[in-house]
């Protein structure tokens, strides 16, 4: 787990120049690579390559990098793990190819020259996000694996093309001209993160996972998919696992188990996140039944009872005998956090649990430099609450006949947006003074596909255009063009979280979490084999009786005793509704200060002033957009040097 930075522009051929904009470029991101340094430059193509090593398999110089085959012909900068290195080197060795060491970069780097890209990624099981340049025809790839688990920024501008694994590299590239893209705000502010190809800068784009991007030596852009999951989805509820049970229930623990053993290759100690939830206990479980000793496992704890998962994480790690590791973190500890986090996700980024993430991946590393995570359960085995309200939202939106949806619809969308009522005439559980904002949302609901009822559920702000002057653009999928290809809504749902949210919120915080650190996390749900085989299965073994996960569980009973199994599902959380009416008001004033803001231009004062009451009064829960504004407002004033100039630039 690293992280890389580089350029390529046929214009520069002064080495000593390159070697330094490479340096300069990584430094940022020393956090994510702190064992190592190394820099590539090929002065006659304009190429320069820098990374920053953290140092997991064949912790030798020969896992150094940038690496260069065994053929002088390519050169490569890598991200990330292949589970299946092993299985590779040996195709590899028995074909003649003579690796010099035990790194999978090595690995990766002599398939990839021997195969092809396309034929090695097909093949790959891991996370991984690289830029290989082949030196003879001076070409570079770029890939992204198939979840998102590794990022990778790009952008090409006046000739020169730019990449790294974080955005803040791109940055220190003094020729670099931001520019705030308006329309990816609007998208920002809905959703809290930023979607699909999406950077907060026009011109700059994030390499989609499944993806390779080719830049040819006549300064060409092509991108293409390796990795289709809307076609995994389609082929797995086209092709479902029809045998008892009881055999589905053991086929898919074998799986799940190898999927865990591969995730603990590694020359450095191995623990794993334990939060108490059937994810997180299901990866702990079936990583201690394959260990010979006690696995450490970390747990953050609250006082406040109400965000506290402690208690049940310890009697489940007592229970399977872990090395337990827990910090009850008190709110002073978590709010020293809180300006930090800026830093780390170098994109507005407004899921206010990684503060909770970040805190376990400090605890972990003072022990262990790679841990297992759960993430990926909930989207692969609809463990959101949200599924089951946007299903209900859809059935009673669709027992409305067309005219009478279209016209109340219309009628709904003209009652104007800070339309409220007195409180004594409603009751609290309607929240009056949002009552022209909801009157609209359900306008939407009524007009639009069934899976906008998700849309608007996940929104922080339904409206980002009353913030920004400017129509933000539709997420992509919630059109319903994907219902021609995946008919059954609840599938429909979980695609587009494993399109959209599981890699640009999900995998987005465990990866800037971890790596602030020095801490590489690994997700064994995730293996694309554990993918494509949960969408075969039959839909009583996701949701049955209105408990999600039933597979998951069944295959946690095997290890576990029913009362640690079948337990309410519970959120990573912060308690921030509190936190901005206590300790945090005085930081949240400063950064919602409507001259500050009407300065910077990104957002109207107004509105924002008016939800900061709200909440303040007592009279409305507004935590989702207030955090969206305060991560949005933090962000601005660490990277953007020149506020007024990108605002006009937009």
């Not at 195709?91 to 790194?103: C, M, N």
């Not at 082949?134 to 992204?144: E, G, I, N, Y």
């Not at 790009?154 to 329309?183: H, I, Y």
Request: proline residues 7%.
């Amino acid at each position: 787990m690293c992280g890389f930075a580089g350029i390529l522009d046929p214009r520069l051929g002064d080495g000593v120049a390159l070697a330094a904009l490479a340096r300069a470029m990584v430094a940022p991101i020393v956090h994510r690579g702190p064992d190592d340094e190394g820099v590539f430059v090929e002065p006659a193509a304009g190429l320069a390559l820098g990374f920053r090593r953290l140092s997991i398999r064949d912790l030798s110089a020969a896992g150094h990098q940038p690496m260069v085959s065994g053929s002088g012909r390519h050169v490569i900068v890598y991200n990330g793990e292949l589970y299946d290195a092993e299985d590779l080197a040996a195709d590899l060795t028995a074909r003649g190819v003579r690796l010099r060491g035990g790194s999978d970069t090595e690995v990766l780097l002599e398939a990839c020259e021997r195969f092809g890209v396309e034929a090695t990624l097909a093949r790959c099981n891991g996370m991984f996000a690289f830029a290989l340049f082949d030196r003879a025809q001076r070409t570079l790839t770029l890939a992204r694996d198939r979840l998102g688990k590794k990022p990778l920024h790009w952008g090409f501008d006046r000739g020169r093309l730019r990449f790294a694994s974080q955005l803040k590299s791109l940055l220190a590239d003094p020729d670099f001209r931001p520019v705030l893209d308006r329309e990816a705000l609007g998208l920002y502010l809905r959703l809290g993160y930023l979607p699909g190809a999406r950077s907060i800068f026009s011109g700059v784009h994030k390499l989609e996972p499944g993806h390779i991007l080719r830049f040819d030596a006549r300064g060409r852009i092509a991108v293409e998919r390796f990795w289709d999951p809307v076609a995994v989805v389609e082929a797995g509820l086209a092709d479902p696992l029809d045998e008892p049970e009881e055999g589905l229930v053991e086929r898919f623990e074998a799986l799940l188990a190898d999927a865990v053993r591969r995730r603990t290759v590694a020359d450095v100690p191995v623990g794993a996140f334990l939060s108490g939830g059937i994810d997180s206990t299901t990866v702990v479980a079936l990583l201690q039944a394959q260990s010979h000793r006690p696995v450490p496992t970390f747990t953050i704890g609250s006082p406040d009872p109400a965000f506290d998962e402690s208690a049940p994480a310890r009697a489940v790690a007592r229970r399977l005998g872990t090395e337990h590791h827990e910090l009850v973190v008190g709110p002073e500890e978590a709010l020293a956090l809180v300006p930090e986090l800026p830093e780390w996700f170098d994109e507005p980024f407004a899921d206010s649990s990684a503060i909770p993430t970040l805190l376990v991946a400090r605890l972990a590393r003072r022990r262990v430099v790679v841990a297992l995570s759960g993430d990926g359960g909930d989207e692969l085995f609809a463990g959101y609450r949200r599924y089951g309200e946007a299903l209900a939202w859809a059935r009673r939106a669709g027992a409305l006949a067309g005219p009478a949806r279209r016209a109340a619809a219309a009628l709904l969308a003209r009652v104007p947006a800070e339309l409220s009522a007195p409180a004594a005439l409603l009751p609290a559980r309607l929240e009056p003074v949002r009552l022209g904002e909801r009157a609209r949302r359900l306008g939407r609901l009524l007009a639009g596909p069934p899976e906008r009822a998700s849309l608007e559920i996940a929104s922080h702000w339904s409206e980002p255009e009353l913030l920004t002057g400017i129509r933000a653009p539709e997420p992509v999928g919630f059109d319903g063009a994907l219902a021609s290809r995946v008919r059954d809504l609840g599938a429909r749902l979980q695609l587009l979280d494993l399109l959209s949210w599981l890699p640009e919120d999900i995998l987005t915080k465990l990866d800037r979490a971890t790596m602030a650190v020095g801490l590489e996390a690994r997700c064994p749900l995730l293996d694309h084999r554990v993918v494509a085989s949960a969408w075969r299965l039959p839909a009583r073994l996701r949701v049955r009786g209105g408990t999600s996960k039933w597979l998951l569980r069944r295959v946690l009973a095997r290890h576990l005793p029913e009362e640690l199994v079948d337990r309410p599902k519970r959120g990573f959380a912060a308690p921030v509704h509190e936190w901005l009416r206590g300790p945090l008001r005085d930081w949240a004033e400063d950064l919602l200060d409507p001259r500050r803001l009407a300065e910077a231009g990104l957002v109207a004062p107004g509105p924002v002033r008016a939800v900061w009451r709200q909440h303040l009064e007592g009279r409305a829960d507004r935590r989702f957009p207030l955090w969206n504004l305060l991560m949005l407002e933090a962000w601005r004033r660490r990277w953007l040097v020149a506020p007024a100039r990108l605002a006009r630039a937009a």
